[in-house]
């Protein structure tokens, strides 16, 4: 990306102001289409032709992150066209989930979490709760008995997949834990229970680094090797890896009571803290500091924004909510996008892949959702994530 940081956007309010200008473009440059998972020199493309689906399809993992912005978006500013933008992309998950595009891999939470789930919870929509609970069976499927691990990607009988979890799956594991709620069926939330238990088992190190992935032996069960994809090396810490440990552990400790679970966020979230530069925002792999040449994450650091904030809900411990206040108070001043930029990303300066040179300095859409939503946690600190549930009516709506 050839711009620099973002001066500093002001306040609170106008942080959110131009997080929410920038929203609005997005919606009116993509309609009921996607953007591609990151930035071009600040720009979002379409969305590459992929899986049988055209320019701009509903494929792949990040696309959950687009109405899930539009949620968010009409809740920070009771817009009503933000309502309309999030409303308009639910037939396009309801379809993906029926036909069954793309949807081989443990990322349904981050697809219907953000999607369809928010549509039941504002609206009642049915259609949108049906879609849920399909993705969750589809989730479900992907869990081995032996293992208590749902596969990350690939066939079930993958020999190079088979059994290999990694630790952004604990995210997705809302979405069970919703299913268990919503059917009142106990297999859904018991395979998430178990599975973020074998994550915390084998996939924290003895320092609370974070494997990448970690494979389990499905026939026997048995632990076998963790490695990495994304992180600098496999003995490493990437930063986006222990960002979603804190903010995942924290969810699963939410949903279930288990202190073990919220432990397992801590440790994540002090190791987190601890290799911090000065300005919060963490380098890709937490193995660099201060003075490298690499590049920061800005995506690791909106979610560990939105992670401490949680973990320091849940232990009422302040210097955790400190440190998140401080990683988000650097993001507005240094890595948003003024609106008069003509950039698209709410985020600049984040990584999605550094090792295959992908989305290296650009912008992304989990990043830019995670931003969004740590600005609504702090606007509003009685807001329940969707990740969460949220007192409903009869009917299924939110309470007002």
Request: aromatic fraction near 10%; charge should be negative; include cysteine.
């Amino acid at each position: 990306m050839t711009s620099s940081p973002a001066s500093a956007v002001g306040s609170s309010n106008g942080s959110v102001d131009a997080a929410l200008a920038l929203v609005a473009r997005l919606a009116n440059r993509f309609g009921t289409l996607f953007p591609a998972d990151v930035t071009t020199d600040g720009h979002y493309p379409p969305r590459p032709a992929r899986h049988g689906e055209p320019e701009g399809g509903n494929t792949d993992w990040t696309t959950g992150f687009v109405p899930g912005m539009y949620w968010v978006a009409s809740e920070l500013s009771g817009n009503q066209s933000f309502l309309d933008a999030a409303r308009s992309h639910v037939p396009g998950f309801v379809r993906r989930i029926d036909q069954r595009i793309d949807v081989d891999h443990h990322d349904l939470g981050f697809l219907y979490t953000l999607s369809c789930a928010p549509a039941w919870r504002h609206d009642g929509d049915r259609t949108a709760r049906s879609a849920t609970i399909a993705a969750a069976d589809h989730l479900l499927g992907r869990y081995h008995e032996k293992a208590g691990v749902i596969q990350a990607w690939g066939d079930l009988t993958d020999p190079l997949e088979q059994g290999r979890a990694i630790i952004d799956s604990l995210m997705n594991m809302p979405l069970l834990h919703w299913a268990s709620r919503e059917t009142g069926d106990p297999r859904y939330a018991d395979a998430a229970r178990r599975h973020a238990h074998q994550l915390r088992a084998q996939m924290i190190r003895p320092d609370d680094t974070t494997f990448h992935t970690f494979v389990w032996d499905p026939a026997t069960g048995d632990p076998m090797a963790g490695s990495t994809n994304q992180g600098f090396a496999d003995d490493s810490a990437w930063a986006r890896g222990q960002a979603w440990g804190i903010y995942g552990f924290a969810l699963n400790a939410q949903l279930t009571g288990d202190d073990e679970l919220l432990d397992a966020a801590v440790r994540c979230a002090r190791l987190f803290i601890s290799r911090l530069p000065a300005d919060g925002v963490p380098y890709w792999d937490l193995v660099f500091g201060e003075g490298s040449e690499e590049e920061r994450d800005s995506s690791a650091g909106s979610i560990a924004v939105c992670g401490l904030l949680e973990v320091a809900r849940l232990t009422g411990d302040p210097e955790f909510e400190s440190v998140a206040r401080h990683i988000l108070d650097s993001l507005t001043r240094s890595y948003a996008t003024r609106p008069d930029s003509g950039l698209d990303c709410l985020l600049q300066h984040g990584v999605y892949d550094k090792n295959r040179g992908k989305g290296v300095d650009e912008g992304n859409l989990w990043g830019d959702y995670f931003y969004l939503e740590a600005l609504l946690r702090v606007e509003r600190p009685d807001w329940v994530p969707y990740w969460l549930p949220a007192p409903t009516t009869t009917d299924g709506r939110v309470e007002a």
